[in-house]
C-alpha cells in the first residue's frame, strides 16, 4: 500500500515538473496538478515558487541500467527548464508592525500590574498610575528590573507610612484636579463669550449686507433717473432746435438768432 502511495507521488511530481517545465504549458494562467499527491503539494513552493531548489540526479554506469539512465536525464532537463522566483520574505515597519508592538506592550504593562498587586496588594497597587507602568514598559527590561526592585523595597515600608504618604499624594492629586476643573470653567466661560461676541459680528455683518445692497438699489434708482433727464433734456433741445429751424425757413427770425 505504501509502494503505491510513493509511486503516485513520484507520478504526480513527474507529471508537475512536465508542466513547469514544458514552454507551451508554462503560460500564466495554466494549470499545475499540485494537488494530485501530498508530496507535490508539499513541494510546491519549491517548484516554480518562492524558493531557491537544488535537484540532484544520480545516474549509474552499469549497462543494465541504461534505459533508467536516459530517463533519469530526460527527468532532469525537464527540472532544469523550471524558473523559480525566490523573493526575500520581508515586512516593512507599517499598521501591522505597530499593532504587534502595541500589543507586546499591552502585556508586558499587564505583566507589571499584576506583579505590583501581588507585592504591595490590591489597595496600593492601585496607587501606582498606569502610566508610569507604562512608561517603564517602554523602556525595556533593565527599567522594569529596576522598578520590581523599588516595588519589593516600597513592600517593606510600614504601612501606616505608605498610607500616609498615598493619602498626601492622594489630596495633591484632588488640589490639582481642583485646579485644573477651574481652569476648565473659566476657559469655557471665555469661549461661550467669544461665541456670543461672534454672533453679534455676524448679526452686525448681515445689517452691514442689508444696508448696502440698499445703497446700491439707491443708487441704481438714481442712475436711471439721471439718465432718464439726460434723455429728456436731450429731446427737448431736439425739438427746440427743429421749431428754431421752421422759423427761420419762413423768414420769422434770421439765422443769428440760431
Same mark, same amino acid.
Given at each position: 500500500?505504501?509502494?503505491?502511495?510513493?509511486?503516485?507521488?513520484?507520478?504526480?511530481?513527474?507529471?508537475?515538473?512536465?508542466?513547469?517545465? =514544458? =514552454?507551451?504549458?508554462? &503560460?500564466?494562467?495554466?494549470?499545475?496538478?499540485?494537488?494530485?499527491?501530498?508530496?507535490?503539494?508539499?513541494?510546491?513552493?519549491?517548484?516554480?515558487?518562492?524558493?531557491? !531548489?537544488?535537484?540532484?540526479?544520480?545516474?549509474?554506469?552499469?549497462?543494465?541500467?541504461? $534505459? $533508467?539512465? +536516459?530517463? !533519469? +536525464?530526460?527527468?532532469?532537463?525537464?527540472?532544469?527548464?523550471?524558473?523559480?522566483?525566490?523573493?526575500?520574505?520581508?515586512?516593512?515597519?507599517?499598521?501591522?508592525?505597530?499593532?504587534?508592538?502595541?500589543?507586546?506592550?499591552?502585556?508586558?504593562?499587564?505583566?507589571?500590574?499584576?506583579?505590583?498587586?501581588?507585592?504591595?496588594?490590591?489597595? !496600593?497597587?492601585?496607587?501606582? /498610575?498606569?502610566?508610569?507602568?507604562?512608561?517603564?514598559?517602554?523602556?525595556?527590561?533593565?527599567?522594569?528590573?529596576?522598578?520590581?526592585? $523599588?516595588?519589593?523595597?516600597?513592600?517593606?515600608? /510600614?504601612?501606616? !507610612?505608605?498610607?500616609?504618604?498615598?493619602?498626601?499624594?492622594?489630596?495633591?492629586? =484632588?488640589? $490639582?484636579?481642583?485646579?485644573?476643573?477651574?481652569? &476648565?470653567?473659566?476657559?469655557?466661560?471665555?469661549?461661550?463669550?467669544?461665541?456670543?461676541?461672534?454672533? @453679534?459680528?455676524?448679526?452686525?455683518?448681515?445689517?452691514?449686507?442689508?444696508?448696502?445692497?440698499?445703497?446700491? #438699489?439707491?443708487?441704481?434708482?438714481?442712475?436711471? @433717473?439721471?439718465?432718464?433727464?439726460?434723455?429728456?433734456?436731450?429731446?427737448?433741445?431736439? #425739438?427746440?432746435?427743429?421749431?428754431?429751424?421752421?422759423?427761420? #425757413?419762413?423768414?420769422?427770425?434770421? /439765422?443769428?438768432?440760431?
Amino acid at each position: 500500500m505504501a509502494v503505491c502511495y510513493l509511486l503516485q507521488g513520484l507520478l504526480a511530481l513527474g507529471n508537475v515538473i512536465s508542466a513547469l517545465g =514544458d =514552454d507551451k504549458r508554462r &503560460l500564466p494562467g495554466r494549470h499545475v496538478p499540485y494537488r494530485d499527491s501530498k508530496l507535490t503539494r508539499l513541494l510546491q513552493d519549491s517548484l516554480g515558487g518562492n524558493s531557491k !531548489t537544488l535537484m540532484v540526479a544520480c545516474i549509474s554506469s552499469a549497462d543494465d541500467v541504461l $534505459e $533508467e539512465n +536516459l530517463n !533519469t +536525464l530526460k527527468y532532469a532537463s525537464r527540472a532544469r527548464h523550471i524558473r523559480n522566483r525566490p523573493i526575500v520574505n520581508c515586512q516593512k515597519l507599517g499598521s501591522s508592525s505597530s499593532g504587534i508592538a502595541g500589543d507586546v506592550q499591552a502585556l508586558q504593562l499587564l505583566l507589571l500590574r499584576r506583579f505590583t498587586h501581588q507585592v504591595l496588594g490590591p489597595l !496600593t497597587s492601585c496607587a501606582v /498610575p498606569d502610566q508610569l507602568l507604562a512608561d517603564v514598559s517602554r523602556c525595556g527590561e533593565a527599567a522594569s528590573a529596576r522598578l520590581l526592585r $523599588e516595588l519589593q523595597l516600597l513592600a517593606a515600608v /510600614p504601612k501606616a !507610612t505608605l498610607a500616609a504618604g498615598l493619602a498626601h499624594d492622594i489630596q495633591l492629586r =484632588d488640589q $490639582e484636579h481642583q485646579q485644573d476643573s477651574k481652569q &476648565l470653567s473659566r476657559l469655557q466661560q471665555q469661549l461661550s463669550d467669544l461665541e456670543s461676541q461672534l454672533s @453679534t459680528a455676524r448679526m452686525q455683518a448681515a445689517a452691514f449686507e442689508m444696508q448696502a445692497d440698499f445703497a446700491a #438699489e439707491e443708487r441704481v434708482a438714481a442712475e436711471q @433717473t439721471v439718465a432718464e433727464a439726460v434723455l429728456q433734456q436731450e429731446a427737448v433741445q431736439h #425739438e427746440l432746435l427743429m421749431q428754431i429751424d421752421k422759423l427761420q #425757413e419762413t423768414g420769422r427770425i434770421g /439765422p443769428a438768432v440760431r
